[in-house]
């Protein structure tokens, strides 16, 4: 099995690692615009450095058909947090760019294209030396690069963090946006410098039954002090994984339970059965889920939202929370057999499900005693019967999926917008 694994990894690897084509251009386009840059930082009399960061730098990049680089504009710490957003903005304006797209978080930072391949992202960080001094996560962002570029050094090494990134992105795990709440690809080169290589990260992943605590640096006498010192938001996580920069981060402490086991999930797949496929994007034919659904005699539909907010990381777990808030709504009605969440990284996103109808549904009223919401309860529903002091209607579900949604979507408008949702739309059914 090991020998059959291993050819597989080798085959992923050649199709995962860029063509040194690809990352030559990349390269050229990278120095000239750090050229330009460099130059307005100076022509502006402005106490900043800049440093390349990311995958880029500690080349661990995987095939992409857009590639990226992260830029990180270091600033004298005599410069006020809240003024290096704005400081960096006047740079690039000063470069007369096409188009600077801003990113809205705890710090803006900005993204640039560079051509339909490759784009940046700049991002402004305080220059610090004691990673306690860090106003923002991302002015560890440097010692982060220095310390992979450290433990990170033979050519075998990079290819298996390549295969776990690849691995991570084709099921949906790679990214700690909001909304994956995946495996960082800072965490990631952490895991597999700890565990030696891709495989032996997942067998080891496999087999967490609740959580795991690793410290690289040692920098905890033991898993008890590392519970005790840390702050309690960041040991919800399944990994709780030691910065080895600054011992009070988790740097997995936003990756997910859902996120993780279907990980588990995967990795186990794997090892049972090694093949190329485990490290393709898995489309969703919703063709066939529709003709199944058909078949078994379910309902299907498939739903778009929208949203007015950022794209990326706010949009997206504007979109995720309201498919889990539907998806609640649905259930108090319909039996879901399937359903799925699909973001399009802009300001939509695609739901779709599988249900049954459910034969009767119970509603739970007032006390008998409380008559005024008793008189109430009796107009709204039919079928009332009294247990154990309290009324109770037990009624038939004579309506469809998408009826239930544009009637549920009519009367909940209000809510809809305050969940940061503009448009909800129905474009498919059975």
Same mark, same amino acid.
């Given at each position: ?8 990894? +080798? /085959? ?35 106490? !900043? ?15 992409? %058909?857009?590639?990226?680089? %992260? ?33 809205? #978080?705890?710090? @803006? ?29 991302? %002015? ?5 690069? +220095? ?16 295969? !776990? ?19 960082? #690809? ?17 067998? !080891? ?15 905890? +006498? ?12 960041? &040991?919800?996580?399944?990994? =709780?994984? =030691? ?11 936003? &990756? ?18 090694? @093949? ?9 034919? &919703? ?10 005699? @379910?309902?299907? =539909? ?46 939509? !996103? ?9 034969? /009767? ?7 008998? +005693? %409380?008559? *005024?919401?008793? *008189? ?19 009624? *038939? ?5 998408? /009826?239930?949604?544009? @009637? ?12 940061? =949702? ?9």
């Amino acid at each position: 099995m090991t020998t059959k694994i291993n050819s597989v990894l +080798k /085959e992923v690897l050649e199709k995962v690692k860029p063509q040194e084509k690809e990352l030559a251009v990349i390269r050229n386009l990278l120095e000239d615009f750090l050229k330009k840059f460099q130059k307005k930082i100076k022509d502006l009399k402005i106490d !900043a450095e800049i440093f390349v960061g990311g995958s880029f730098a500690k080349n661990t990049m995987i095939n992409k %058909d857009k590639y990226d680089a %992260d830029i990180f504009v270091r600033f004298d710490k005599k410069y006020k947090n809240d003024g290096i957003s704005n400081i960096t903005l006047k740079i690039l304006k000063s470069m007369k760019l096409k188009k600077i797209l801003i990113i809205c #978080g705890s710090r @803006n930072y900005f993204q640039i294209d560079i051509s339909s391949c490759f784009f940046l992202e700049i991002i402004p960080v305080v220059k610090i030396k004691n990673p306690k001094k860090a106003e923002n996560i991302t %002015d560890l962002s440097y010692l982060h690069v +220095k310390y992979i570029g450290r433990k990170l050094k033979s050519k075998k090494i990079l290819d298996e963090v390549r295969l !776990a990134k690849a691995f991570c992105y084709s099921n949906n795990c790679y990214g700690a946006e909001s909304y994956i709440k995946g495996f960082s #690809g800072y965490g990631l080169e952490l895991l597999v410098y700890h565990y030696g290589n891709f495989l032996k990260f997942i067998k !080891a992943i496999v087999k967490v039954k609740t959580q795991i605590v690793i410290d690289i640096e040692k920098h905890f +006498k033991n898993k008890q002090r590392v519970l005790m010192d840390l702050n309690s938001s960041k &040991l919800t996580s399944p990994i =709780i994984l =030691i910065d080895p920069t600054y011992k009070q981060r988790n740097a997995l402490a936003g &990756l997910s339970k859902e996120t993780f086991k279907k990980f588990q999930k995967v990795c186990t797949e794997f090892i049972k059965n090694p @093949n190329v496929k485990a490290f393709e994007i898995k489309k969703i034919n &919703l063709k066939k889920i529709k003709e199944t659904a058909r078949k078994k005699k @379910n309902e299907f =539909i498939l739903i778009e939202a929208s949203t007015n907010k950022q794209a990326g990381n706010i949009a997206g777990s504007k979109l995720l929370k309201f498919y889990k808030h539907l998806s609640q709504e649905i259930e108090r009605f319909f039996k879901i057999k399937s359903d799925g969440f699909s973001y399009n990284k802009k300001k939509s !996103a695609r739901y779709f499900f599988v249900v049954k109808k459910k034969k /009767e549904i119970l509603f739970k009223g007032p006390s008998v +005693k %409380d008559w *005024k919401n008793v *008189k109430r309860f009796k107009k709204k529903h039919k079928n009332i019967f009294v247990k154990l002091g309290r009324v109770y209607s037990k009624e *038939k579900i004579n309506f469809k999926i998408q /009826e239930f949604i544009k @009637n549920w979507a009519k009367k909940n408008k209000k809510r809809v917008k305050e969940m940061g =949702i503009n448009e909800l739309r129905i474009i498919g059914i059975n």
